[in-house]
């Protein structure tokens, strides 16, 4: 737009009778505002288009800037209402599950949890990684208090640790266990030393990607139905029959009673495939006499319909 001006000086300029160049300079020179003295023109044609020209110059910079600046504020405004309405969305978050670190593994586990319903915080320092998400997320450093606050620990249920190093997973574990000692911590390790340091920092859980991968490539070389099988079971939504863990609260009808006792199978539809004792040993295929206790976890097998069903029994 200011050139556009600038040429039409320049043309008016010359029309008044001046060269190019001096219609050129003078039309710059009048639009910046520099002022005058190299050029004189005294006649009256000349000074009554200097100022249509410099209230037209002025006018259209002023405008420029005006949507330059209207632009500029408006996307920082848009970008601190979304800010704020996330803040708010994570300030009303419950039962929760926190990702540190959106990487390759932190961004699968977050969508997967996502994907089945949960809800996801994620926490990391690359603000670009993290809005390549759909999730709700928190830009910093995780092992920040001030970090982990604004991603609603002290109300999250889980708290996955997917840092870049070992040490960083390992001082994570031990600020959430702190602050949290009954929050479940799964935590991941990069090298096989570091599990133990985790476990002794607090983690329930330890994930290493590298042992991870290389049983699975073990069992699908050995097993390789049986390997396709539990992973279609796990993670494939399309497949009718899904495995679920099942925890039997100390109010339940059924607690106290043997699987034949409560007819589980008879009224759900679900397979009781194992059940894990509050110390945390499995009984793997459980005879019928298997006496169903509180604190049990049951691992089941059904459809969702059914898994629903046995679900809703348990409960008092």
Request: charged fraction near 25%; aromatic fraction near 4%.
């Amino acid at each position: 737009m200011i050139a556009v001006v600038v040429t039409v000086g320049t043309v008016g300029y010359m029309v008044l009778g001046l060269g190019f160049v001096d219609a050129l300079y003078q039309a710059v020179e009048t639009v910046s505002t520099v002022g005058f003295g190299d050029i004189e023109r005294t006649d009256a044609s000349a000074k009554v288009f200097t100022i249509v020209l410099i209230l037209g110059g002025v006018a259209i910079v002023l405008y420029t800037l005006t949507l330059v600046l209207e632009t500029v504020l408006e996307g920082r405004l848009t970008d601190q209402l979304w800010r704020a309405r996330m803040r708010k969305d994570i300030d009303a978050l419950t039962d929760h599950v926190i990702v540190a670190g959106c990487g390759r593994l932190g961004r699968v586990v977050a969508e997967y949890v996502a994907a089945d319903g949960r809800d996801v915080v994620a926490i990391d320092v690359d603000l670009e990684r993290l809005e390549e998400t759909e999730l709700l997320f928190v830009d910093g450093d995780a092992t920040s208090e001030a970090v982990l606050e604004r991603a609603g620990i002290d109300r999250a249920s889980t708290l996955v640790t997917a840092l870049a190093t070992d040490a960083d997973n390992v001082y994570l574990t031990l600020a959430g266990r702190a602050r949290r000692p009954d929050l479940f911590i799964i935590a991941r390790a990069r090298m096989d030393e570091a599990e133990q340091r985790l476990v002794q920092a607090g983690a329930d859980r330890i994930i290493n990607p590298q042992a991870i991968g290389g049983r699975r490539a073990g069992a699908m070389a050995l097993q390789p139905h049986v390997a396709e099988f539990v992973d279609v079971v796990m993670h494939d939504n399309s497949l009718e029959f899904r495995l679920e863990e099942l925890a039997v609260p100390v109010t339940s009808v059924v607690a106290g009673q043997s699987i034949r006792d409560a007819h589980l199978r008879d009224r759900t539809g679900a397979l009781v495939l194992a059940m894990r004792r509050p110390d945390g040993t499995f009984i793997t295929n459980p005879a019928p006499e298997t006496s169903i206790e509180a604190g049990h976890v049951l691992i089941v097998i059904g459809t969702p319909d059914q898994l629903r069903s046995l679900g809703e029994l348990l409960q008092p």
